[in-house]
């Protein structure tokens, strides 16, 4: 019945089944590439009373990727193997560790 149904759909559906019997947590991470101010976390943290759980790249694949490849490589290799390692791979840990999901948009499988 909602297999192709939105999460806003979904939420909806919930909340119009269960009423005021139902509880949506939401568990907020980000992708940290280090090239955020640590500032804007602490104060998203503060002015919506959450925690942020962090997913980084593994520091060997980018020292890796540095070593070999430049600091700035991106800028020549059109980004792909620079997000895989930044990125996609990051995220992909976090997904990992969810029981269920949903995603707007998918992380292409071809790039693991």
Not at 20 to 41: G, K, M
């Amino acid at each position: 019945m909602l297999e192709n149904a939105s999460p806003l759909e979904i939420m909806d559906k919930a909340l119009e089944t269960f009423g005021n019997h139902i509880a949506i947590a939401i568990r907020v991470f980000s992708l940290d590439t280090w090239s955020s101010n640590p500032e804007t976390y602490d104060e998203v943290e503060r002015h919506y009373g959450i925690r942020i759980e962090f997913m980084f790249p593994d520091s060997v694949e980018v020292q890796g990727l540095v070593r070999n490849k430049g600091l700035f490589s991106f800028y020549e290799d059109g980004h792909q193997e620079c997000c895989r390692v930044r990125k996609v791979r990051p995220l992909r840990r976090g997904f990992k560790s969810l029981d269920h999901w949903s995603e707007e948009r998918s992380v292409s499988g071809d790039m693991a």
